[in-house]
């Protein structure tokens, strides 16, 4: 089956949870080769999708394993792909595997830990409803400004990105070339950049779906500490959502990243579920 049609599949199953560019890029932009996507069919049906993510740096230098099972898979095709997972991670050069429970797809935790998985942090997802309408921020660094993403500022987006996210659980960066090649191509994204037009102090990644809004990314530069940009990403953020005719807001963010909860609740963000994640150490043959 084409990419396409997996990712179609996989919105179904998880039934809208996951935005439509998010499954594409795990399916399409996140992996290094068609190896790393399993499809298990059942009675020549499709009941499952497997997909091994071992492009990008994170915090833990972990491979994520992304798993939809059907509601009608056979009981053993969840252990199936987890040890399918863990031999394809194995032969990269990751040193463990995460795997995220990711709503509606009805992956088990006592499968995983039958498996060797052990709870290792949890995401939380986080609502704004209605969207909320921020007084203008002050400016925070002279000669700084928001704007459009542009190809010329593009590796400096990357270096701040990876500087952002260095040791947040959860953040996955890919090498430039294809973090450059997603930025290009990217339809379903918008991106903003606060920039003096060489450096890249902060950013966002921002996405909507008719009334819902959605903070897919938001990252400053640690050098730029104690400025005030997160708060600034957040009024340009919700500005930019606004603008878009969204009414309601959605982001991500780890339970243990408190500064970034903080900001998000002063801005009339609300956590509204949990995702646990999963890890195991990758053995080496």
Known sequence: MEPAALAHWVEDTTAGE??????????????????????????????????????????ADCAELNVFVGAHAPEDTLAMLLAWGEAVAARGPRVCLDVPLTH???????VL??????????????HADPLPRPAPATETLPGFTWRALTPALIPALH???????????????????MFAERCRTETTAHRRVFTDGARVAAYLRLEHDGARGRVASLGRDPDFRARGLGASAMVEALRWMAGAGCTTAELEVAATNRAALSLYEGFGFVATREMPVFRKPLARG
């Open 104 to 110: 509606g797809a009805c992956v088990r935790p006592e």
């Open 18 to 59: 996951m935005p439509a560019g998010q499954v594409r890029d795990v399916l399409l932009k996140l992996v290094s080769g068609p190896e790393c996507v399993r499809a298990v069919y059942s009675e020549g049906h499709l009941c499952a999708v497997g997909v091994v993510i071992d492009t990008c740096d994170s915090a």
């Open 113 to 126: 830990t039958a498996a060797g998985f052990a709870f290792a942090y949890a995401l939380w997802s986080m």
């Open 159 to 177: 270096h701040t990105t990876a500087r952002a996210f260095a040791d947040v659980p959860g953040s996955f960066v890919p090498p430039l070339e």
